[in-house]
């Protein structure tokens, strides 16, 4: 059942359907799961990348049951399945 994550419900899926329980990926990737480019401030600003149900792009993870656990601005995001949705 996909949730209320608007514009990110393709990286939604990829989590929620990922096997793993930590995800490497990088911004092109994430890009291309999207089909559209971040925003700027996505590789700029650390916040962006906050666990934090506020933002819509935030919500794509946090409800597929993952959480951003470092980032390196404009490269890479590591995510990894939390315990608990």
Do not use: C
């Amino acid at each position: 059942m996909e949730k209320n994550v608007g514009k990110y419900a393709s990286l939604y899926g990829f989590l929620l359907n990922s096997q793993e329980e930590q995800v490497t990926i990088n911004v092109g990737q994430i890009e291309e799961i999207l089909g559209f480019s971040l925003p700027p401030s996505a590789s700029k600003h650390r916040p962006w990348w906050a666990n934090t149900l506020t933002h819509s792009h935030a919500k794509s993870w946090l409800l597929a049951g993952w959480e951003v656990d470092s980032v390196n601005l404009g490269e890479k995001t590591v995510f990894r399945r939390i315990s608990e949705v």
